[in-house]
């Protein structure tokens, strides 16, 4: 459990539960999934004595399911927003020992690259001076931007223009927006090792053997490209919320239009994910094809081969199974001059049939 106290030009982090609001600013609660688990009525009641609100029922447990996909919702007091991120390989920790993870060994087939496609939900509930968030056990992304965070305090006061955020919602969206940032990344990774296995599936002097790696590949682009549209379609609806937000007295337009900016900004960085996986998807299912029709092109050219080289030596076959026959009387057997002519005319046979393939354009790799 982390909890933060923000303000324009101040951020504190407090091990203690909060007594009250800062005079002006925010907090910002994070909680693992299990430690919030575990602390949840605690957590109701200080959402209660601070926002005098509390999280529906159905929201808890949707705080609570790890197997959530990225979704929006809202409440006349408080929005939610689920963003599946990147996983690190780490299952969730015990329900007797919150905050503690316990290792496992990935499933995933492939290189290194294909074990890190597996997401984990992080929830965020955004109140008006409050933000709640839940994690996953070691969540890096808590950790990182908490760290960024407190460097932008220092940055602030050598600088004019402040770097914290202003409000919760500026909060939440810039932790997304650093979860899409590992998303792009992984998106260039993912091209160097198709690219790769592309440049093996065309070669035609290598043997492809990784199948199973591939396949592997083109499953964890589908599952890539479900989360992506889970997120695109969460964010959307996040964006249309704000674009229906009344504009009152109390209303800080500037503020507002910010993070208006800013959500299309995260849109468009999953936007730019999701056209990259769908490219992906299309070319590996070209590349599979291409490889596919030139063994088929190979095959063919190997059976054009034996079939003109077995045209070739029928004819001598015939010869040679003509002058075989058992007859009493063969006068051709019986020459002297019998032989010669018999090997001439199967060298002109032997000779002429390839000579009238290769101006057919029988033989040969190019037909």
Known sequence: M?????????????????DQLPD??????????????????EVQS?????????????????????????????????NLLVFRRLATGQSESDLS?????????????GPPVLRRIDTSPVAFV????????????????????????????????????????????????????QMVDGYLNLRRELTRQLDHWQSELINPNTRFNNW?????????????????????????????????LPITADTNARALELLKVRSRDVLEHIERV???????????????????????NRTNDIMRTLTVLTAIFLPLNLITGFF????????????????FWTEVGMAVVGLGMPIFFWRKRYLGSKT
């Open 212 to 244: 199973r790696a591939l396949l592997d590949a083109r499953l964890s682009l589908h599952y890539l490209d479900e989360i992506c549209e889970d997120q695109r379609a969460a964010i959307q609806d996040w964006t249309d919320a704000l674009n229906d």
């Open 24 to 41: 002006q600013g925010y907090l910002w609660m994070a909680f693992s999934r299990r430690e919030f688990e575990v602390l949840q009525i």
């Open 274 to 296: 999701v056209h990259h996986v769908q490219r992906l998807e299309q070319s590996t299912e070209t590349a599979v094809q291409m490889h596919f029709n030139a063994q088929s």
């Open 46 to 78: 200080i959402l209660e004595k601070l926002t005098q609100t509390t999280v529906l029922d159905l929201h808890m447990q949707d705080l609570l399911n790890k197997q959530l996909p990225s979704h929006f919702d809202y409440t006349s007091d408080y």
């Open 324 to 339: 075989g026959m058992n007859f009493e009387n063969f006068p051709v057997l019986h020459t002297e001059q019998g032989l």
């Open 2 to 18: 982390r909890i933060f106290s923000i303000t324009a030009g101040h951020v504190s982090e407090s091990a203690q539960w909060p």
């Open 97 to 109: 020992r919150p905050g503690e993870i316990l290792h496992r060994a990935s499933e995933r087939a």
């Open 126 to 177: 955004v109140f008006d001076r409050v933000l709640m968030t839940v994690h996953p056990a070691d969540c890096a992304v808590r950790e990182s931007y908490a760290a960024r965070l407190m460097q932008a305090v220092d940055m602030t006061a050598h600088q004019k223009q402040s770097r914290i955020p202003t409000s919760p919602a500026d909060l939440m969206l810039r932790i997304v927006s």
